[in-house]
């Protein structure tokens, strides 16, 4: 089967079970009953997922409340501390008792409404597959057309993919990290590649993420970008590639300061040191090897799709 073939046709999701055996989990925080609009669209589906869960971050018992009032089913998991989406995503998976497990965000949710019956079927066609991210597009952006494209990809978006239950439980998975960007989804993806697991884009799965990304540009997130930029050599690489880490660190505080996002970067700079010694129990050196053939990997995916 080539990889841009699904295998794949709208014929293979008839007479679906009443529930697909797929889990979705949903990090939140602080953001009132934005997760409801997501919650009714991923409930009516058909099929629904077998189970959802909702973990909250920094918790006061209001939405707890709220949402078993209105959603009765939903497994919620709720935290005193911030865990951030990774840590929040990485309670939720170590519950999930369905073999492939959709994570969204609070004000993302699934397009079509065979979306968990596709997913069910791509992971079954495709044992290569660990992780297969959706076609994703945002407020004031054209809908992707569905299509039966599958690739392999380098990365994906947290808020909107499928993963493989047993893979993930397989590697260290998500740090528990606030501000996550630039950490989350490429520190799982290394720790997949380094299993020598498959990575997808399929647009036969699509997902509406309803934001415009404005906050990016906030001092906070350009802090914890360029944190994270440090973070994750020292997590995840031998001591022989740091040098790599360092030139990755530099690269990413020129595309900030090429942006205009300047506030923050003092502020991310002058945290690294603490970072290290917070999170170093987390520290999971992959080969050097992979680490290296990853960046490669990475770079000439990103390249391409610049040109296309």
């Given at each position: 089967m080539t990889p841009g073939d699904t295998g794949f046709s709208k014929?293979?999701?008839?007479?679906?079970?009443?529930?697909?055996?797929?889990?979705?989990?949903?990090?939140?925080?602080?953001?009132?009953?934005?997760?409801?609009?997501?919650?009714?669209?991923?409930?009516?589906?058909?099929?629904?997922?077998?189970?959802?869960?909702?973990?909250?971050?920094?918790?006061?018992?209001r939405l707890e409340q709220a949402l078993a009032a209105r959603f009765p089913d939903v497994h919620v998991i709720s935290s005193v501390v911030r865990l951030g989406p990774g840590g929040g995503r990485n309670a939720c998976l170590q519950r999930c008792t369905s073999p492939f497990v959709v994570?969204?965000?609070?004000?993302?949710?699934?397009?079509?409404?065979?979306?968990?019956?596709?997913?069910?079927?791509?992971?079954?066609?495709?044992?290569?597959?660990?992780?297969?991210?959706a076609a994703i597009w945002h407020?004031?952006?054209?809908?992707?057309?569905?299509?039966?494209?599958?690739r392999p990809q380098a990365s994906f978006t947290g808020c909107g993919h499928a993963i493989r239950l047993s893979d993930y439980l397989s590697i260290p998975g998500y740090v528990p990290r606030p501000v996550a960007?630039?950490?989350?989804?490429?520190?799982?993806?290394?720790?997949?590649?380094?299993?020598e697991r498959g990575l997808f884009y399929s647009d036969a799965l699509r997902v509406f993420h309803d934001t415009e990304l404005r906050h990016h540009a906030e001092p906070e997130i350009v802090a914890g970008v360029v944190a994270n930029a440090a973070l994750l050599p020292f997590l995840r690489y031998p001591m022989l590639l740091w040098?790599?880490?360092?030139?990755?660190?530099?690269?990413?505080?020129?595309?900030?300061?090429?942006?205009?996002?300047t506030r923050g970067l003092l502020s991310g700079l002058s945290r690294i040191?603490?970072?290290?010694?917070?999170?170093?129990?987390?520290?999971?050196?992959?080969?050097?090897?992979?680490?290296?053939?990853?960046?490669?990997?990475?770079r000439r995916h990103d390249r391409s799709s610049r040109a296309a």
């Open positions: 014929a293979d999701v008839r007479d679906t079970p009443s529930r697909a055996d797929v889990a979705v989990i949903i990090p939140t925080f602080e953001r009132g009953t934005l997760v409801f609009e997501t919650l009714t669209r991923v409930q009516a589906c058909e099929p629904p997922p077998a189970e959802i869960w909702v973990h909250i971050d920094e918790v006061d018992g994570s969204l965000d609070d004000d993302s949710y699934p397009v079509d409404q065979n979306f968990f019956a596709v997913v069910e079927q791509l992971f079954k066609r495709h044992p290569e597959a660990a992780l297969i991210t407020r004031n952006e054209a809908e992707i057309p569905l299509g039966d494209t599958f960007y630039g950490l989350e989804e490429t520190d799982v993806a290394l720790q997949l590649f380094a299993q040098p790599l880490g360092a030139l990755q660190l530099m690269s990413t505080l020129r595309y900030c300061i090429g942006a205009g996002r040191p603490k970072d290290y010694w917070q999170f170093r129990s987390y520290r999971r050196v992959q080969p050097a090897a992979a680490v290296a053939r990853y960046v490669l990997y990475r």
